[in-house]
T-cell receptor, first 112, second 117 residues
């Protein structure tokens, strides 16, 4: 079953606008990661935030984590058409070994 | 450094057949994971291998199996194919070894798209 639920399922914006995606998860985590997937391709790792971190930045990406609410958000600033993709949150469940459980994903469309 | 390579990229099979998919991880990565992606179920974890040992397994029937070789290359096999096995199968490698819960970053291949007719 999915660990994470993402909201919204789909998001359509214009170039230059900001895009915010939210992820909620169910169980305690070691870290939370965000991945991007272009249509029918493999996933690309964007950013990792540890459970003891609250906010992290990478270029135009800003990720927040609220472990009390079991939620995270990904903000993409000044969106570009090339940002059009599906975005997934993924959590590492503490089984002692590496098992990433992915959310349902947000499809982002950035129009020129 | 070459990325994760999956072969074949596309294949079509008929119900009842079996299929073997191959994955070559990034050089030096010893952990290989497999995921199934479908429109209905999303990304589902299949299994993870480290140093030729299956460390973790998802909730898939025994028709789904895998193995890892001494050079870290991995294969997965699906026997007695069903229509519902049509999916994008993704392989990912990681430099994490043993118990490293703070690492986590996976490097994915482009996937093998399986269509079962």
């Amino acid at each position: 079953s999915q660990q994470g639920e993402e909201d919204p399922q789909a998001l359509s914006i214009q170039e230059g606008e900001n895009a915010t995606m939210n992820c909620s998860y169910k169980t305690s985590i070691n870290n939370l990661q965000w991945y991007r997937q272009n249509s029918g391709r493999g996933l690309v790792h964007l950013i990792l935030i540890r459970s003891n971190e609250r906010e992290k930045h990478s270029g135009r990406l800003r990720v927040t984590l609220d472990t009390s609410k079991k939620s995270s958000s990904l903000l993409i600033t000044a969106s570009r058409a090339a940002d059009t993709a599906s975005y997934f949150c993924a959590t590492v469940i503490n089984t002692g070994f590496q098992k990433l459980v992915f959310g349902t994903g947000t499809r982002l469309l950035v129009s020129p | 450094k070459a990325g994760v390579t999956q072969t074949p990229r596309y294949l079509i099979k008929t119900r009842g057949q079996q299929v073997t998919l191959s994955c070559s991880p990034i050089s030096g990565h010893r952990s290989v994971s497999w995921y199934q992606q479908t429109p209905g179920q999303g990304l589902q974890f299949l299994f993870e291998y480290f140093s030729e040992t299956q460390r973790n397994k998802g909730n898939f029937p025994g028709r789904f199996s895998g193995r890892q070789f001494s050079n870290s290359r991995s294969e997965m096999n699906v026997s007695t194919l069903e229509l519902g096995d049509s999916a994008l199968y993704l392989c990912a490698s990681s430099s994490a070894g043993g118990v490293q819960p703070n690492t986590g970053e996976l490097f994915f291949g482009e996937g093998s798209r399986l269509t079962v007719l």
